[in-house]
Every structure is written in C-alpha cells, then in structure tokens.
C-alpha cells in the first residue's frame, strides 16, 4: 500500500492540478455555489460543507462523511437548499475562477497526522482543470440531521444511499460527447467518463430527492478514484426537504462513515491495479461498494 501512495504523491506533486471536487450545486433551477476551499472561510455562505480538494486515501479516514475540511472548519453556515421529493439536484465537478486579489493564504495544515494527507494540499486550478479522473464509482447519500444540519458533524449511523453507478461493460445508454450526437467512446464505460466526456454544467451528474419525510438531511456525493490508488473524493451540503413525502429508510438500509466501506470490498480492493492483466478484468463484473440503493418508490 505505502509504495503505491508515495507514487501518487509525486504525480500530484507534477500534476498539481489532479484532484478537485464538488464546486457547485443546481437545485430546481437555482444555482448555489459550493464552499470555495481556495477562499477564506470567513464571508463564504454556501450550502456546502467546507471540503479540501485533495483526495482521502484511506476508507477508514476519520472525516471521511464529509471531507476533512468539514470538522476542520471554524464556522459553518446555516445555510440550508430548500427541496422536495422529486427535486432535481444537479452537482457540477467545473472548478470556478481562482480569487486574483487579494492573495488568498492557502490552509498551511490541512493534515490529519498519519493518514496520507498531501502536504503542502492541492493549489487553486481554475475553470480549465476540470475533473480529471474516470476510474471508478459515482454515488450519493443522504442522512437525517435530526435537527438543523450545521449543528450535526455526520457522525453516527445515518447515512443512506439513494444513488449509484459504477461500470458498465456495454456502456451507458443515451450517452453523448457534450455538444454532439455521437455516442461516448466504447472505452467510456465508467459514469464517470460520462460525466467528464458532457464536460457540461446542466445535467451531467443530476438525481433526484427521493419521497423523504421532511426535515433537514445532508446530501453527500461521492467519486471513488481507483486508478492510481483508492481515493475518496466526497463533500456535503445541507438541505431542507419540505413537502408532503413520508418515507424513511429502515435501519438495514443505514451505514456510518468511516465503515461503510472497507480497502478489500468487492469494488474497492483492485484500486492501483487496474492495468494489471490479473486484475483489470474483474471491473467486468463491478460491485459498488457500500449499501444498496434505497428507493422509497421501490421499497
Ligand atoms: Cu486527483
């Protein structure tokens, strides 16, 4: 495991562009901007959790709900995107403009001691780099704030998967390159490479609020890097669900981060290996990790 993360660490350092996130978020038509990490947390009112850039590369990482910005913070806003089942929230990966004046001072320690963390993290990239990598699955999950979200650090086992995709072997149906009608490379067959290959902001990654009963629930989406080592790349944000929905999911639909996953799950272990012969068969078969979708409609 060490000598494959010191070979990321010297990538990332040539490329120091490589890594990114969550920058934006369109709920129901309405934009709302994501929690810049490159911009002093102090006048950021956003919906988003503050969240590093830079990949966690350990599935059990102590702040892997919600990045390791978040319990980090200083402050969190209260913040919260008003929605209602069958709302649409789409996520956007395109980094905005980096702040030119005044310099903005970078997080000197963003380091969770003895847990891989890059140091010194990644710098602002800008609209140009945008999400870079493909290998490996999309998913998003919500959890019940039991009261309002900025006062819940997302600990304790609450979280619920309402979203995922992994690979698929005959590619994705209805899947073009972004301004064209032809169909993505047959190559392109993580969603990922979907979403990169749309390169757009309106509709790449988008999902829908499920039938949940109200209150106040965070939204976590996740991209899972397995190319060059496992890399988690999840971030938050806080939303009110309003409406008339009744659904909640039961408890064997329930996980807690960390420990829903773990390195050796189906749809984990091969991170790092995926152009070893042996090994990079077996995405053929993907398993998604963590626990299956649930779908109130379905239940
Ligand atoms: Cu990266």
């Known amino acids: 495991m060490k000598p494959i993360s010191l070979i990321v660490s010297a990538a990332a350092i040539s490329k120091v562009y490589g890594h990114g996130g969550l920058y934006n978020y369109t709920i129901d038509g309405v934009e709302y901007p994501g929690h810049y990490p490159w911009l002093p947390e102090e006048g950021?009112?956003?919906?988003?959790?503050?969240?590093?850039?830079?990949?966690?590369?350990?599935?059990?990482h102590p702040y892997l709900a919600c990045n390791r910005g978040n319990p980090l913070a200083t402050s969190i806003t209260k913040l919260h995107a008003t929605v209602r089942p069958g709302s649409e929230v789409i996520a956007s990966y395109y980094p905005p403009l980096c702040p030119t004046s005044p310099p903005v001072p970078f997080p000197k320690t963003p380091s969770v001691p003895n847990y891989d963390e890059e140091d010194p993290p990644m710098?602002?990239?800008?609209?140009?780099?945008?999400?870079?990598?493909?290998?490996?699955p999309m998913m998003v999950y919500m959890a019940d704030c039991q009261g309002p979200c900025d006062e819940w650090d997302g600990t304790g086992k609450r979280w619920f998967k309402i979203w995922e995709a992994g690979y698929n072997p005959k590619g994705w149906e209805g899947a073009y390159e972004y301004g064209t009608d032809k169909p993505i490379s047959t190559k392109d067959r993580w969603w990922q490479d979907y979403v990169i290959e749309r390169g757009d902001t309106t509709g790449a990654w988008n999902i829908t609020i499920p039938n949940l009963k109200p209150g106040n629930y965070l939204i976590r989406h996740e991209l899972i890097n397995l190319e060059a080592s496992?890399?988690?790349?999840?971030?938050?944000?806080?939303?009110?669900?309003?409406?008339?929905g009744d659904a909640i999911p039961s408890e064997d639909y329930l996980v807690?981060?960390?420990?829903?996953?773990?390195?050796?799950?189906?749809?984990?272990?091969?991170?790092?290996?995926?152009?070893?012969?042996?090994v990079g068969h077996?995405?053929?078969?993907?398993?998604i990790p963590g626990p299956k979708v649930w779908d109130p409609s379905k239940a």
């Open 282 to 287: 077996s995405i053929f078969n993907y398993t």
């Open 44 to 60: 950021q009112v956003s919906i988003q959790r503050r969240w590093w850039p830079d990949p966690i590369y350990r599935a059990d």
């Open 230 to 244: 496992l890399q988690f790349y999840p971030e938050c944000a806080q939303l009110e669900v309003i409406g008339d």
């Open 256 to 278: 807690e981060f960390p420990g829903a996953y773990s390195a050796d799950d189906p749809g984990l272990w091969m991170a790092g290996e995926l152009y070893n012969p042996k």
């Open 123 to 136: 710098k602002c990239s800008g609209p140009e780099y945008t999400w870079v990598h493909s290998q490996g």
